[in-house]
């Protein structure tokens, strides 16, 4: 393995030094400014910055054209995808993932790594990262907003893509997209199915000090067991051209995942001396099934260019039932078995009503209103009972039932102008929350009800048809959900403890952003210098509430503060390689006074990932991307560094209509997440791993009738836990 990764780097060394880059060049050499679009196209991807964000059209792109949306978002530069499925934007995993500009139940909670992977890439037409948002964008998430626009197929007749995967480890996926065009009514479906078989490894050590005496009490919790997810993901949707100004569409997804989850855990306890005080192992066997559904209808009317009436309507659900048997087994002190189960119930639903209005004003500036209307509703249902001489009893004091009503009023308005190379947009939304949680059980109210402005400001200076400025701000939100405000315990053992905080007061996070864009020939160069000011910030926060039992919980804390450098490189060196180069440095300051911590911890922390595309004849093309993430810190201590490396090769047929693909994941076995806590009172290691090395077989074929080049598959790597 060490010759192969030496004689990899010996030959992309080799490609760097004495690949030429073709003398190619943008498709329209009359750019225009920045209020408009600013094209930068290569061989095999596109990238459009506007002034409030950026474009990547990954229909354009040789890695995009199959697989899932997942994969796509590995390969779009800022966006990282961890050992658990979960997204973030530099560095951030609180972002807001939208769906065609709207907010989406499938986008949210536990399932969103899942469908992530369901949606097939064929279907994507471009994914916006939009950093600092306008005031026309909810202004929810810290780090930003990734948008992801479906296609709208208009070709006649019928044509599709059917999508297959085996993988080691009994892990198979299949999708199947369909789109029919008889004339003014365009209808689209898919059908994904996952089967996988996923085993975990969690270790967490912790050492618990008494700040009295300064005797330790050594804990190691070493857990692990196997899962087996079936995942069914249906989507459906009419598009109708009913004239040539007013259009209407409908469409509606179901996404449904069941599984058995065997766990068993090893719990150890030493005292001072290290000598066992207690030993028992905890098996849990949980079935576990989630449901998500949505519809949604959206009406357009065209006045004229740019002159517009939309209105739209989205209705979804959310369902969670987890069943767990628990069986314990006391070795030292030995006691007879005992046996306990706990069901835990989450319903939640979503309307969304929003009206905008566009209109332009004159050649060179425009406007945009709109009103949004959201109401949430969460219910959580706990309860738990133990067997008690083969009888089943009721344990009212973990038993218990959460209710969370949230409704958000906004109005928004936005205008846009250019003058000369100078373009501004400036916007600003109010918006109106009446929130309250319900206590059932203890028939108590905690109401939480605010108002808020939000101004967001663009601008940009166009200096030639190579280079850009912009500078931009905006004054974002993050709202806590209804499972961090659920005071209610969740019991996972004995001796662990998770729990809610009604009274979480949301983050407000202040954004400022310099950026400075340089195209050339096949080059694309983008920088970003960015502030992130972050009042109240949420942290979890970890610790003990007696001598044995540790209790998991959020809260606010003072202040955070991150600034950043981020670089973007895509060059096509060669016709056959293509380098994506992706960077970011950040400085992170955290201010927990308020929480009995230091006043400020600060540290520098930076990621960095690495795409190559080789095309070593016309069908075969291999590819390596690898990914490190430096050591990063937390409000009581920070996470290790990570790394992984995946390669893969992909043969088209039959004129790019078919595609065989082979990937590997995790290459050289190095994928795992490790959190360290630091405090007077609790020293602790936590390491999450997997069976990582997961290798994929898969045909991808295209069917029916296309005006175009069919585009080739996407490599798809595997890096769930």
């Known amino acids: 393995m060490k010759s192969f990764v030496i004689l990899f780097i010996g030959l992309f060394q080799t490609l760097v030094l004495f690949g ?177 078989n996923r085993y975990r490894f969690t270790y967490n050590n912790r050492i618990k000090t008494d700040t009295i005496s300064g005797e330790n009490t050594y804990i190691d919790q070493n857990t692990s067991g196997p899962a087996r997810p079936l995942d069914h993901l249906l989507r459906g949707g009419m598009d109708w051209k009913m ?71 989205m209705y979804s659900a959310a369902k969670e039932l987890e069943d767990n048997q628990y069986t314990n087994n006391y070795f030292f002190p030995v006691s007879p078995e005992t046996k306990d189960k706990t069901r835990i119930w989450q319903d939640e639903t979503k309307h969304l009503i929003r009206a905008d209005y566009a ?143 009604p009274n979480l007061q949301p983050e407000k996070i202040h954004s400022f952003e310099f950026g400075y864009l340089l195209k050339s020939n096949s080059t694309t160069f983008l920088t970003t210098v960015y502030h992130r000011q972050i009042l109240n910030r949420m942290t979890e926060i970890t610790k003990y509430v007696n001598d044995s039992v540790l209790w998991t919980t959020k809260e606010n804390m003072s202040s955070s503060q991150s600034s950043g450098l981020e670089f973007i490189l895509n060059s096509t060196v060669s016709k056959w390689l293509t380098l994506n180069l992706n960077s970011n440095i950040y400085y992170n300051v955290i201010d927990a006074s308020e929480l009995g911590f230091s006043k400020n911890k600060s540290a520098v922390a930076w990621n960095v990932s690495l795409n190559g595309n080789f095309n070593i004849t016309k069908n075969l093309m291999t590819q390596v991307n690898t990914r490190y993430t430096a050591k990063s810190l937390t409000p009581q201590g920070y996470r290790e560094p990570s790394y992984i490396l995946n390669a893969g090769a992909r043969y088209s047929l039959f004129h790019n209509k078919a595609s065989i693909l082979f990937t590997v994941s995790d290459l050289l076995n190095t994928y795992s997440s490790v959190t360290k806590v630091d405090t007077p009172e609790l020293k602790a290691r936590m390491e999450r791993k997997r069976a990582s090395q997961i290798f994929y077989i898969g045909f991808t074929c295209n069917f029916g009738n296309s005006q175009k080049k069919q585009k080739e598959a996407a490599l798809k790597y595997d890096e769930q836990l």
Not at 42 to 61: A, H, L, P, Q
Not at 117 to 128: G, M
Not at 247 to 255: D, E
């Open 20 to 196: 030429q880059a073709p003398q190619t060049s943008l498709e329209d050499d009359s750019l225009s400014f920045y209020l408009n679009e600013l094209v930068v196209t290569g061989r095999k991807s596109t990238y459009v910055t506007k002034i409030d964000k950026k474009i990547f059209n990954v229909g354009e792109d040789l890695m995009s054209s199959s697989g899932s949306v997942s994969d796509l978002l590995e390969n779009i530069p800022s966006v990282q995808v961890d050992i658990d499925g979960n997204v973030s934007l530099r560095g951030s995993e609180n972002v807001q993932i939208l769906i065609n500009g709207k907010v989406s139940s499938l986008m949210g909670g536990a399932t969103r790594a899942t469908v992530l992977q369901q949606i097939p890439a064929q279907t994507i037409e471009r994914i916006e990262v939009i950093t600092n948002p306008s005031a026309k964008y909810k202004p929810d998430g810290t780090s930003g907003i990734i948008n992801i626009v479906l296609k709208k197929e208009r070709r006649p007749g019928v044509n599709g893509v059917i999508a297959a995967n085996a993988g080691n480890y009994d892990r198979y996926n299949s999708t199947l997209s369909l789109n029919y065009n008889p004339g003014k009514i365009n209808f689209s479906g898919s059908y994904g199915i996952r089967y996988d």
């Open 243 to 313: 004239s040539k100004k007013d259009n209407f569409q409908v469409s509606g997804a179901y996404t449904n995942m069941s599984f058995i989850r065997t766990e068993n855990t090893i719990n150890l306890y030493r005292d001072n001396n290290k000598d066992v005080t207690n030993e028992y192992s905890r098996l849990r066997i949980a079935d576990e099934c989630e449901t998500e559904s949505e519809i949604s209808a959206a009406y357009e009317h065209k006045f004229g260019e740019e002159h517009s009436l939309t209105v739209d309507y």
């Open 359 to 501: 209109r332009p004003l004159g050649e060179d500036a425009k406007s945009d209103f709109g009103t949004e209307i959201e109401l949430n509703r969460d219910n959580f249902d706990y309860r738990a009972d133990n067997k008690l001489d083969n009888v089943w009893i009721p344990d009212t004091e973990k038993t218990n039932h959460f209710k969370f009503d949230e409704n958000i009023y906004a109005l928004y308005a936005t205008y846009e102008a250019e003058f000369g190379k100078f373009g501004v947009m400036g916007g600003i939304r109010g918006e109106l929350v009446r929130a309250q949680s319900r206590l059932i059980y203890t028939d108590s109210v905690i109401p939480n009800n605010y108002a808020n402005i939000f101004p967001t400001l663009h601008t940009a200076y166009h200096i030639n048809e190579k280079h850009e400025l912009q500078l931009n701000y905006s004054l974002r939100i993050n709202r806590p959900e209804g499972d961090d405000l659920n005071p209610f315990p969740e019991y996972k053992d004995p001796f662990n403890v998770k729990s809610g905080n």
